[in-house]
Each structure stands twice: as C-alpha cells, then as structure tokens.
C-alpha cells in the first residue's frame, strides 16, 4: 500500500536527518511516486503550469515550480521534522484534543499533509488546506486520495492566503505556511501572516515559526576566504515582529520600516552579505545555502565609498522584494 510506503519513508527522512545520501534517496523516492500518482509529469512544460500566480500581495508558485520544491531536500526534511516534534508538542500541551493544521499554499504535493499524516491517526490531527492554484490543489487532492488520507481532511480552499477570512479561525493549533524564497522575494509568507495571524488563537504556532533577513559585512578587504571575518550589521526585517503592527484588521502598509547600515568605520569592509535566516521550530534552522530559501545575496563594496550609508526595507506594494533606498 502507498500509505505504509510513504509512512517508511518520512520515518526514515526523520530518523536520519543528519544523513544528506539517506534523505536525498528517500525523497527522490517519495517525488517517483507523487509524480506517478499525480500524473502532473503529463502536464508538461505548457505556460499555465509554469506561469506564477499573481496574488492580493505577491505572487504564487506555478504547478511545477511549486512541486519542485519537495526536492530541496534540506528544506523538506527540516520542516518535516519541525512539523512532527510540534505536533508532538501541541498534543502534550492538549491532550484530549484533535490538532487542527490550517496548511496555506499546499501546492500539488502538500507534502506536509502527505508526508506527516501516516504517522499518526486521523483522530489525532486534521488538516485544512489552502491554495490559490486550482491545478496544484486539484493534484493535492488527488494524492490524497491515493493515500487513502481523506479522513485527515477537514476541508480544501481554492483562494488567495493573503486575503482569506478563515472559518472557525480559533480553533487552530498550527498555521504552515512555507510560501518563501530568498530574500523573501516575491512570494507571499509575510502578508499572509498579516492576515492570517490576528484571525488565529494567540497560542497558534507558525511553521515556519520567523525569517529574518539580517545583513552581515566581512573584512579585512585583502585576505583569503579562510581568513576572512564576518560581523553582524543589521536586522533588515524580521518578520513577526514587523506583522506584529497588525493588532487586527489594519492594511497591509507599502513598505516596513527602512534600516540603515553604516559602511563608514575604522576598517574598510570586503562585502556585504544578506542571509535569509529560516527559523523553523525550536533549534531548527535553515542555515546558510542549505536550501534554495537561505541562499545569501553577496556584494562587493567599492571604496572609496560615495555613500557610505546604505538603506534598504521591505516592500510588499506594488511588488513585494527588498529595495535599496537611494
Ligand atoms: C513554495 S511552494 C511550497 C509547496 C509545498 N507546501 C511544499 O512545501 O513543498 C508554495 C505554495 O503556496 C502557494 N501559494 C503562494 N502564495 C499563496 C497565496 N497567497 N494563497 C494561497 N496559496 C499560495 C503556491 O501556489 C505554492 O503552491
């Protein structure tokens, strides 16, 4: 049966998370079978499976993008233990209660319902699932058939996470939401808690739980890699603290607040990093150029500096990126 396969394999994945081989063969795995079931590999390369959606704020992930990233593999198998220990979690601050996972943006594969599910009964946990890609969600659904899975879900949503009234909103133990990339670029993590966290109980957790996107400099200027020295400069954003500003039904603003950083200083810098740093649960982290979301941006500085500050926020309208203030 798929399930009990599917059930060895996240075993696996979370018995071995210090194993790159092991969790790269079991998610290769895992996709030969998602793609078998799902068919969406007959779908082919047409535009509407690899177009982005727009949303309210930011856009979505097409089909295909969206499946892909099931195979960054660090990614996959940290939040997956992430979403196990905190369901774990949940269960013994609430023992006599169902663990209800409102997951927004499941794409085709809604791995974090697909993958975490066998592990436990359909008493112990229910899903709701959300996402704005009818294709994606249609193949979602599909899967979960396959899996013989249906009876841990409450119900499907084919709607935009950054707008979405959710129904029965309280009763949520868990908010998933991995809609990120880099930099926070383009995709809509951050508006969608700005909408979603006021509606939920304040004991709903978050997985991922933060980003921060922090700018370090390194120095001296002429020295090798290995000797090379890093120093903190600036959180640019961090992103529950930044949602924090909306106590209920405020808009989501044009921009967050800009932050400057100082280049001047009695030493002359070589670069400046940008780290997306993904805070999972707990001591789970997405380190540096671990996955496609904590690849660093690099830039070298030139001296002599023209302007030695420089400022950079957070832009969620029209688009939602990082900007550098001039
Ligand atoms: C980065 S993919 C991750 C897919 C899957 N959850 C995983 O972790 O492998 C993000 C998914 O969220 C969906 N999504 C992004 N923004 C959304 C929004 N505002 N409302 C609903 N779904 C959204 C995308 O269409 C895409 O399927």
């Known amino acids: 049966m798929l399930?009990?396969?599917?059930?060895?394999?996240?075993?696996?994945?979370?018995?071995?998370?210090s194993n790159f081989d092991t969790i790269k063969n079991s998610i290769d795995e895992i996709h030969k079978h998602y793609l078998e079931t799902t068919n969406i590999g007959d779908?082919?390369?047409?535009?509407?499976?690899?177009?982005?959606?727009?949303t309210a704020s930011g856009m979505a992930l097409s089909l295909n993008h969206a499946a892909a990233c099931l195979l960054d593999y660090r990614r996959t198998a940290k939040f997956l233990d992430g979403m196990v220990a905190l369901i774990r979690e949940k269960q013994q601050q609430f023992p006599n209660e169902t663990i209800n996972i409102f997951y927004a943006g499941c794409g085709p594969y809604a791995p974090f319902v697909t993958l975490v599910a066998p592990l436990f009964d359909a008493s112990e946990v229910q899903f709701t699932l959300l996402e704005i890609n009818a294709a994606s969600i249609n193949a979602a659904e599909k899967l979960v058939k396959a899996l013989e899975l249906t009876d841990y879900i409450t119900e499907f949503h084919?709607?935009?996470?950054?707008?979405?009234q959710i129904p029965n909103a309280k009763k949520y133990h868990i908010l998933f939401s991995e809609t990120l990339d880099a930099l926070l670029y383009r995709e809509s993590y951050v508006p969608i808690?700005?909408?979603?966290?006021?509606?939920?109980?304040?004991?709903?957790?978050?997985?991922?739980?933060?980003?921060?996107?922090?700018?370090?400099?390194?120095?001296?200027?002429?020295?090798?890699?290995?000797?090379?020295?890093e120093k903190e400069a600036a959180t640019i954003i961090d992103v529950r603290e930044a949602v924090k500003a909306n106590g209920g039904n405020q808009e989501l603003p044009q921009t967050f607040a800009p932050t400057t950083i100082n280049l001047a200083d009695d030493q002359q810098y070589y670069t400046m990093i940008i780290d997306?740093?993904?805070h999972i649960y707990k001591d789970i982290w997405l380190y540096r150029n671990e996955s496609s979301l904590s690849i660093p941006l690099e830039m070298e500085i030139q001296y002599p500096l023209e302007a030695p500050k420089v400022t950079l926020y957070y832009q969620l309208k029209p688009s939602v990126e990082l900007k550098l203030q001039n």
């Open 3 to 17: 399930r009990s396969t599917i059930k060895t394999l996240s075993t696996t994945i979370l018995n071995n998370q």
């Open 158 to 164: 084919t709607s935009d996470a950054v707008t979405f």
């Open 193 to 229: 808690l700005w909408n979603m966290l006021p509606q939920l109980s304040e004991n709903c957790s978050v997985i991922p739980n933060n980003v921060i996107v922090q700018a370090s400099l390194t120095f001296p200027q002429k020295e090798n890699e290995d000797t090379r020295k």
């Open 276 to 278: 997306t740093k993904v």
């Open 43 to 54: 779908l082919g390369e047409g535009m509407q499976h690899m177009a982005a959606v727009p």
